[in-house]
């Protein structure tokens, strides 16, 4: 990723192409990882070239010991031109229901740079709630847990949702 604007908002160093394959890689392997690639669905149907169809990421962290089946969830939508169109939110919204449903995930929280209002905006709007912020990692943390209203308002907000098996 070499976006000054996207290295920002996310704290991520720029990497080469090669160290962007060795990271997906490396998270592959990781069972505290869960990583989707977002594509334009008219892109790829089009063409069905998966490289030229995507536009972002959205990911699933299990970094609490004490709460394994707490995730951290963030999502990016590298492409410029694909951004404030409700991918990121459908994105979030997809991948949240797959982390209750097939992860056993309880409860999820976001950690977001204070600059970054769009995306504390996004997950404010979709329920999360801000629980603390830090002036040294100039970040907010945001959580939900997941209840009867969180999953109705999830297979509400994802009535396409189907997993397929690829292999």
């Known amino acids: 990723m070499k ?12 990497l080469s192409l090669e160290q962007e394959y060795e990271m997906q890689k490396s998270w592959l392997e990781d ?3 869960c990583t989707f690639i977002i594509l334009d669905r008219e892109v790829y149907e089009s063409g069905k070239d998966e490289v030229e169809a995507m536009i972002g990421d959205v990911n699933l962290f299990f970094n609490d010991q004490d709460r394994p089946r707490d ?9 410029p031109s ?8 459908e994105a979030i919204h997809l991948m949240m229901r797959y982390g209750v449903e097939e992860l056993q995930v309880t409860a999820f929280s976001a ?9 504390r905006t996004l997950f404010e709007k979709i329920g999360f709630s801000l629980v603390s912020t830090s002036s040294v990692f100039e ?11 969180l999953i109705a308002v999830l297979h509400s907000a994802t009535p396409d949702y189907r997993l397929e098996s690829l292999l």
């Open 71 to 79: 995730a951290e969830i963030e999502v990016m939508i590298a492409e």
């Open 82 to 89: 694909k951004r404030r169109k409700g991918r990121g939110k």
């Open 3 to 14: 976006d000054p604007y996207l290295q920002a908002m996310t704290a991520s160093e720029p």
């Open 31 to 33: 069972e505290d990882k």
């Open 111 to 119: 950690k977001i740079k204070l600059s970054n209002e769009v995306s």
């Open 139 to 149: 970040e907010a943390t945001y959580h939900i847990e997941v209840n009867d209203h």
